[in-house]
């Protein structure tokens, strides 16, 4: 394939809750909930804040990047879990505010936290065939979890945008080659106009995230006929601190390759927004010719692998925008009321 | 507000997109029809305008505006942006003690408000400290 | 152009009227006036009213037929006038005008508004019309917001204090108890203004003007005709109108309405008087930043000085030139579209040396200034005891 990343952009909103403070109002030991799901804190979205703004404020922070026409980007696909509307779909709403419109297609992709990564492989396959110059896919989310449930504990906000043209002169990484594994298993799902989701407790571990992680990341490795020696990083869909490293273990990456890519324990499960952002703070780090395995998973179930290889003068062309690391830098602690608030779960 | 009325102004409110006068140069926003200052010798054209400012007054809104109840206390302001224009906006993602006359603000993109649950979602513009 | 002379004034008793309707006030306030001038109800030519909302308040327009229907006074011509808050106002210069260039003798001029029918959310809903929706309300704007920044900006600008707000609140109420229609007739400290709830600072629930329902009403009738009916008459000397932009952050000056300023030179040169020569005003005081703006805005003193001024004592009764001695729109009530026209009716009282407690002594200059909404539009007109 002859296509790669042209720029990412990320948004964070900055409210964070603490473990100890969703642990304090439901009587869990704090500490049992960390060393569990190594995870301090997460981000909350302001009131005014929807999945909708958090993919705007990252596809504008893209195009900080690349300083490219928005009206060449021809394609625009935004997948999440929580678009504001059940009909009315996001990527019309991104496509305005980045003064996109008119001549393009768009359309939402849901597919649980994978969502966003489809719409890469979307975009890669229509630069691929020249049906567009440049494509956008983004992965947002302001993940709703129900009250007391385990989830609350990691269930954040966060989007992320990557838009893909053919390798030249624009593009800052290749995607070398993508695969996914894809099954129908019900690990984690919410039926239509009910508020929150519900999962199969113990069973999202191995025939869900597992499963279809493994198999993608050897898919790939197989297909391209490489090993986890050949990486510089690997980035995983971060549900809590603990899959990613023994997913990583599993297939013989070491810590190193994965830390920079890991950032839950900071800013909670971003959902759609999880794999992408992780690959946007190891490229916002990484060094020309160093490669990255990236693998996203989406309940239900799906896991698409991507390998990335970064190219020369990404340096300077990642100093456009704010980077991961500024916005999980940018934190705003709140309590539990506020929270609540700020979720909807109190009204007035 | 309804949704035709909504919908003219998107490029206003996602966008900032107002006017300048090819006669007297003057940039406008909110948009007009008619440059206020040149009136039939105007020439306007859409342009963009830049989203930074700073802000000149502020107040702390407690008793909120229809569909802001959820947020208050709030900071609205008035900000003047770099491109000249004044206009007032939320200050949002700020503390209420926070805010000074003099500070510098970027534009963002955030939602305004809802036509109810059922309907239309509305998204426009805020400042937020830099 | 011919002089024009008020020659009866009447108004109802302004507050929370539970037992009255709007057409009821109408009748009432006109009823007094016209008992006032001694004239017989036949004798009208003409009616101007003015109010701001009876479309979102009670759900009728063409207010015009309802007044002049109920009055009893079909088919003389009769027209609503609306410019938000200087409603009323706008409503005496029309009739004024008219009365001026021979189309009509004997006008009534009345304002009205009903605003208690309502909740107050609906009631400070429908007066945030008189602000820009797109561009002020959308964004969250609230009609005490706009003041609130200009109060801000003012207190930056020039020093001006939450004490000296406070102050104007004071005079206010104190005022407010000699006059028998007035909303409020009780005394309130600088301290029980400071600790009221904060509205949208630096503006708290006792800077603000009430939601109120009231009529007002005056009779015009040629100054030449006048020692007909009145041997009060006094002269509308000077009638001024300004319009500006509808946005606050549209307007030149953050710190001054400057639809004021216009509307006062239009109106001191037809009257040929400086600010030095009013003896008392009654000014557009919505919120209390507003007196202190309007004080400056009209000339009495110095831009940036109006806190000082007030703080001074010069504007109370007895004060170099007393502001507001019916109570003020913060003490007396403002039902919006009658506000305007019973600021007329103070000064008329005044001038006739009829405002018992409240009474400025030898009065002979007085003026009255009406704002609508943030400064969109405002009118002032300079009133004189007649020959």
Known sequence: MDVGVVGYGVYIPRYRIRVEEIAKVWGDDPESVKRGLLIEEKSVPAPDEDTATIAVEAARNALKQTGIDPHDIEAIYVGSE?????????????????????????????????????????????????????????????AQSAPGDALEYTAAAGGCAFIVGRNGSKTLAAIEDTYSYTTDTPDFWRREMRSYPKHGG???????????????????LRKLQLTPQDFAYVVFHQPNGKFPLLAAKELGFSKEQV?????????????????????????????????????????????????????????????????????????????????????????? | MAVPRFWREIPNRYNLVGARCGNCNKVLFPPRYICPFCRRMGKLEPYRLKRRGKVLTYTVVHAAANGFEDQAPYVLAIVELEDGPRLTAQVTDCNTDEIKIGDEVEIVFRRMGEDGQDGVIYYGFKARRV | MRDVAVIGVGLTKFGELWDVSFRQMMMEAGARAIEDAGIDGKQIDAMYVGNMSSGQFIRQEHISSIVADHAGLVPIPSTRVEGACASGGLALRQAVIAVASGIHDIIVAGGIEKMTDVLTGQATGALATAADQEWEVFVGATFPGLYALMARRHMYEFGTTEEQMAMVAVKNHHNACFN?????????????????????????LLDCSPITDGAACVILAPAEKARKFTDTPIVVTGTGQASDTISLHGRSSLTSIRATTEAAQTAYKMARVKPDDIDLVEVHDCFTIAEIMAIEDLGFCKKGEGGK???????????????????????????VGATGIAQAVEIVQQLRGEAGKRQSDGAEVGLTHNVGGSGGTAVVHVLRRGD
């Open chain 1, 82 to 142: 929580s678009h504001p509307y059940a009909v009315k779909p996001t990527a019309t709403i991104v496509a305005e505010a980045i003064e996109a419109t008119p001549d393009l297609t768009a359309a939402d992709y849901e597919f649980a936290c994978k969502a966003g990564t489809v719409g890469i492989q979307t975009c890669m396959g229509a630069v691929e065939a020249g049906m567009i110059k440049y494509g956008m896919a983004i992965g947002s989310d302001t």
């Open chain 1, 202 to 220: 113990r069973f999202t571990g191995k025939p869900g995230y597992f499963k279809h992680v493994l198999a993608a990341a050897n898919g790939l």
């Open chain 1, 259 to 348: 830390a920079p890519g890991l950032l839950v324990s900071k800013i909670g499960n971003t959902y759609s927004g999880s794999t992408m952002i992780g690959l946007a703070a190891v490229l916002d780090q990484a060094k020309p010719e160093e490669r990255i395995l990236a693998v996203s998973y989406g309940s239900g179930a799906g896991s698409d692998a991507f390998s990335i290889i970064v190219r020369d003068g990404i340096e300077s062309k990642r100093d456009a925008a704010p980077k991961v690391l500024d916005y999980v830098g940018q934190r705003v602690i709140i309590d539990y009321a506020t929270y609540a608030k700020f979720k909807k779960l109190l009204v007035k």
């Open chain 3, 180 to 204: 028998t229609c007035a909303q409020y007739k009780t005394e309130i400290t600088v301290e029980d203004v400071l600790k009221s709830p904060v509205v949208t600072s630096p503006i708290k």
């Open chain 3, 309 to 335: 001024m007030t703080e001074q004592g010069e504007t109370a009764i007895g004060g170099r030139i007393p502001v507001n001695t019916s109570g003020g729109l913060k003490g007396k009530g403002h039902p």
